[in-house]
Structures are given as structure tokens and as C-alpha cells.
């Protein structure tokens, strides 16, 4: 993530408009040599280079053919919504309503209205079904679950202390929005930007010793653009979508990693952090005592064209037989932002949480998903420094980022608790995971003081009223068992990989549980 500075808001704004306006230009140039054709006027096409003249055409031609159809297509997807029994949905409501710091703010930011007056109780019911409820039919809905939904809304009154305006205000909320989020075009340009930041990427990981594991041939084509150097692995991955990075794990003592990447390039990004990684758990290591290191590519958010994302069953499924295939019976889950819903699904699982062990979560979007802030950084925010810039046009206008958000983001699934870690109560007790988790002061999308101060069990009202406490938790040595937090007041989200200082602690953490596991 680029910093705040006014010569990267004038760059970043500089890429964007350039980038943005590659197709209208490209459409008017291809409408222009039409009419130039039709009406047999005269040409001159010195005016213009032949390269620039058919780069502009091929444009013209990748926006009407692939990016309109797939547009359509996405657009028009059914959304991913797992359905609840009435038990499980109370006591998710119950949970949610525990950890809401202020209820009429949490409500105004859900359902996007300035003042907590103008709340209508139509407008609540309407966000409890999109959130509790599955998306269908609302009449249905409303024969079967009008009950249930009338006394969910009647405890927010209570806990609000004042019965709520009846009515509904024609307002669009969050729950709404992000149902409607709609990707951006992306230029045959960018894409070849990508092709370029893939080859980097894919020649310094063989470089540190990592090998690729390709899907099949008859695959090779749902991926663009193309990845025709994955073609040269003599690795396959054993199953179907995932694609990943291997180093062999030989070791007997020390528990190998898994690393789930967040949403931007690809492992680009966490070249430098895999390679520092790689060498710390090589210290000391022989032929027969290699730590192993797996690290997964999340395809449909690394800025390609490529399958939806995989629903919840099917990715639990894939990284289990990825494990199997590998013959790893436990390991250190680390996971870094968008990754940590992979992990929140995987810690879930009653099939898969018995193979993780200690796990990291760096910079997570899981914990107190409920609150509005993560889906408004990501989605409504209007960007106004260099860094919202960044992560507005190229994370959350990237059409495989925009699709798995509005179709297959299912908040009931994705969001983790404390109680779903696991976390060792006792240095030496054999049940229950170490769990460290980094979080950045400056934070663009999470909450990150909020999410610290659940995790470390410190209330809302402690955290304004005894400020000594709030810096003892952040300030606190890192202990290595139960749950541990790493703080970085200055950084931003992903920032803690972009420099030696701030991911030489995260590596350490990660080679001790390595250790212990």
C-alpha cells in the first residue's frame, strides 16, 4: 500500500486517469476508422503510429467481446448466501449486538443515513434480512420469518432505549450496495502490466526455491492473461482451481506453513516476505529437517479473469486434499487480510481444524466483520488520499474482486469470534492453538484499535477512560502462547511486508510456532 503524500496522490491519480480512459478512446478511435470507411474519407495514418493504431483497435475489441459479456454475466450470478436454522441466527444476533460499541452509529453506517433520528423500523427489518436471512423472495420471506425478524428488531429498540419511527426512507444501504458492487474495465494494457508483475513474481520464487503446482492443460485457458512459463512446471496441483507454491517439508519436529494471501496482484506483494520466511526456517535445517512452506493463489482477487471464487465447502475441500497430497498432518496457518476468511472458514471446519496448529492472522478483515467499517472502507467510501485511491480502482473496482464481494461474500461464513480459535488457555497445556495476531495502527480498511481491543478483552469504556491500559496492550511483549498481538501504530493495511524491520517479527513469530507447534 503507497503512503499519503501529495506526489503519490498526483501519481496515483496520473495512472488512474490514463488507465480509466484507455477505452472510451479506444471506442472512439474504432467508431472514427468506421466512419472514415463508410464514408470513404480520407485517412492519414502517419498521424498516428501502427503499433499505438492496432494496440487501440485490440482495445476497442477486448471491451465489446470480454469485458461487456463478462460484465453481464457476473452481474446477473446468483448470490452465495448460506441459510441459518433459528437457533444458530440468534445466537449470531446476540453475538453482534455484544461486540457493537454504538448501536444507532453501527445502525446509521449500515444503512447509510447521517442521523441516528432518521432510522426507520422498515429500514432495520430490511437490513436484518439481508443479513440473517437468505436472499429470495421478500413476500415468502416475510410469511415465514416476519415473526422472528419483528422480535430481533424489538431488542434493538430495547437495546437502543427508544422505540424506532415506523416507516422506510428510500435510502440505499451498505448490505445493499454491496450486493450491487460492479467492477470497472480493465485495459488489455493492465493486464499485460500484470503478465509482466507475474513473471517477477514467478522467477523469484523459483529463485528462493519454491515450485510451482499448476492445474491441469485443459485449464490453461481460464486463467487471463495467460501464464504460459506455469506450463514448463513438472509439478500438478491435485485438484482442480487451486494453484500454489511448494517447498518440501522433510522435518520431524517442526510443524510446516500454510500461507493464504489477501486481495490485490497475486503473491507479488509477499515475495520479499516468503523469501525472508524461507531463509529463517532454514537455519540449522539439513536434507531431512526442511520446514515446508505452501503458499495458495487465490486466483479470482489477484486481478485476472478467471472462475468465480470458490464457495466455502469446495475451498475447504481443495486446500484439505492439497494437504493430504503433501502428506502434512498439521501445520502453521498464516493468513494475511482477504486470506484470513479463507482461514476463518478453514478454523471453522470440523473436518479441517484439527490439522491447524498455531496460526497468524496479519492485517484480518474476519474479526467484527459485522461492523460496517470494512465493507464502507472497501465499498462506499469516496477516496480522497492516495492510498484510498489505490485500494478503491485497484482492489475494489477489479471485476473478480467486485463479483466475489457482491456474490459469494456470505458475512455469516467469513466472520470469526474468539472462542472459534481455539486459543490455549496455559503454556502447557496440550489443548487449544497460540494465535498471534497483527494488526496496524493507520489501517485503511479495518478497525484496527476496535478489533485490539476485543481480542485483548479490553471494553469499549476502558479503552476511553483509562488510557494506560489501551498502550499496556499494544505496547505488550510478544509471549508466544494463548493470544498475542502485534502492533504497528504507523503502518498501513499490508505495509508490515513491505519493510525488513516490521516482517522480521512477524517471521519470528511464525519460526517459533514452527518450533512448538
Not at 478512446?25 to 474504432?30: D, G, H, K, P
Not at 526456517?281 to 471464487?309: C, K, Q
Request: net charge neutral; aromatic share 12%.
Amino acid at each position: 500500500m503507497i503512503g499519503t503524500s501529495t506526489v503519490e496522490y498526483f501519481f496515483i491519480r496520473v495512472c488512474i486517469l490514463f488507465l480509466h480512459n484507455i477505452a472510451p478512446v479506444s471506442i472512439l478511435y474504432s467508431i472514427h476508422l468506421l466512419a472514415v470507411q463508410y464514408f470513404h474519407l480520407p485517412i492519414y495514418p502517419e498521424r498516428i503510429p501502427y503499433p499505438i493504431h492496432v494496440w487501440l483497435i485490440a482495445e476497442a475489441v477486448f471491451f465489446a467481446t470480454v469485458f461487456i459479456p463478462l460484465k453481464y454475466a457476473r452481474r446477473h450470478s446468483p448470490i452465495y448466501h448460506r441459510s441459518l436454522s433459528a437457533e444458530c441466527r440468534e445466537k449470531l444476533f446476540r453475538s453482534c449486538n455484544a461486540n457493537v460499541p454504538n448501536l444507532e452509529k453501527y445502525l446509521c453506517r449500515w444503512l447509510m443515513v447521517s442521523e441516528a433520528e432518521c432510522i426507520k423500523r422498515d429500514n432495520v427489518k430490511d437490513f436484518i434480512r439481508w443479513a440473517f436471512f437468505r436472499p429470495g423472495n421478500r413476500h415468502e420471506q416475510d410469511q415465514q420469518n416476519e415473526a422472528e425478524i419483528e422480535t430481533y428488531t424489538t431488542e434493538i429498540e430495547k437495546l437502543i432505549g427508544r422505540k424506532l419511527s415506523p416507516g422506510r426512507m428510500d435510502v440505499k444501504g451498505l448490505g445493499q450496495l454491496l450486493n450491487e458492487a460492479g467492477g470497472s474495465h480493465r485495459s488489455l494494457l493492465w493486464y499485460n502490466c500484470v503478465f509482466v508483475v507475474d513473471t517477477i513474481m514467478y522467477y523469484k520464487m523459483l529463485y528462493n526455491g519454491f515450485h510451482f503446482h499448476r492445474s491441469t492443460l485443459s485449464r490453461f485457458f481460464t486463467i487471463f492473461l495467460f501464464r504460459p512459463l506455469t506450463i514448463l512446471t513438472a509439478y500438478r496441483s491435485p485438484v482442480r482451481h487451486l494453484t500454489y507454491w511448494h517447498r518440501r517439508h522433510t522435518s520431524k519436529k517442526r510443524l510446516p506453513v500454510l500461507f493464504i494471501h489477501g486481495i490485490g496482484i497475486g503473491l507479488y506483494p509477499y515475495t520479499s516476505f516468503l523469501r525472508d520466511l524461507n531463509r529463517e526456517l532454514e537455519t540449522g535445517a539439513t536434507d531431512d529437517s526442511d520446514v515446508g512452506i505452501i503458499a495458495l493463489e487465490i486466483m479470482p482477487v489477484s486481478s485476472r479473469i478467471t472462475h468465480p471464487a470458490l464457495e466455502r465447502d469446495v475451498m475447504i475441500c481443495e486446500i484439505m486434499e492439497i494437504m493430504r497430497y503433501h502428506g502434512w498432518s498439521k501445520f502453521v496457518l498464516v493468513s494475511h487480510s482477504y486470506g484470513s476468511i479463507i482461514a476463518a472458514h478453514l478454523l471453522k471446519s470440523d473436518r479441517f481444524a484439527a490439522l491447524i496448529g498455531p496460526t497468524v492472522f496479519i492485517d484480518p478483515v474476519s474479526f467484527l466483520l459485522h461492523l460496517p467499517d470494512v465493507a464502507y472502507n472497501f465499498i462506499a467510501r469516496r477516496p480522497a488520499r492516495a492510498n484510498e485511491y489505490q485500494l478503491w480502482y485497484y482492489a475494489s473496482k477489479d471485476t473478480g474482486v467486485a463479483h466475489t464481494l457482491a456474490r459469494r461474500f456470505s458475512w455469516i461464513d467469513n466472520i470469526i469470534w474468539k472462542e472459534d480459535l481455539g486459543i490455549k488457555a496455559e503454556k502447557n497445556q496440550e489443548e487449544g492453538r497460540n494465535v498471534t495476531v497483527v494488526l496496524s495502527g493507520q489501517d485503511l480498511i479495518v478497525d484496527a484499535e476496535t478489533v485490539g481491543q476485543y481480542l485483548m478483552g479490553s471494553s469499549s469504556e476502558a479503552r476511553t477512560a483509562e488510557k494506560e491500559e489501551t498502550r499496556a496492550w499494544k505496547n505488550r511483549s510478544w509471549i508466544g502462547y494463548g493470544l498475542d498481538v502485534l502492533w504497528y501504530e504507523q503502518l498501513d493495511h499490508a505495509q508490515v511486508f513491505d519493510f525488513e524491520n516490521t516482517r522480521r517479527p512477524v517471521i519470528k513469530v511464525i519460526s517459533v510456532y514452527s518450533d512448538t507447534g
